[in-house]
């Protein structure tokens, strides 16, 4: 299983992006799917998941705010994210877990600037 992210770049405060990442291989619908994020000087941390039975959860951080979505039938998970701040600059993770199995995608930057 691969997982390929794109998306993010660079943004300004307040403004608006959208990440996704679609898998390659077989990802079947039991997998939970998320976005973890790695900020500068920190260790990476959950931004958001999305469980089968569409069990969505999301860090408290970026509730509100950001919205992920999954599509069973195309393999992919996106996270649509607004009202960005300085402090959602990171490098972005997309995430495909199963019992053992965890997979993760190369990562995506996402600068906001002020």
């Known amino acids: 299983v691969q997982l390929q992210a794109s998306g993010g770049g660079l943004v300004q405060a307040g403004g608006s992006a959208r990440l996704s990442c679609v898998a390659s291989g077989s990802i079947h619908n039991l997998y939970t799917l998320g976005w973890f994020r790695q900020r500068p000087g920190k260790s990476r941390e959950l931004v958001a998941t999305v469980a089968p039975g569409n069990m969505i959860s999301y860090a408290d951080s970026v509730r509100g705010r950001f919205i992920i979505s999954r599509d069973n039938a195309k393999n992919n998970v996106d996270l649509q994210m607004d009202t960005l701040s300085l402090e959602d600059t990171a490098v972005y993770y997309c995430?495909?877990?199963?019992?053992?199995?965890?997979?993760w995608g190369q990562g995506t930057q996402v600068t906001v600037s002020s």
């Open positions: 995430n495909a877990r199963y019992t053992s199995y965890s997979f």
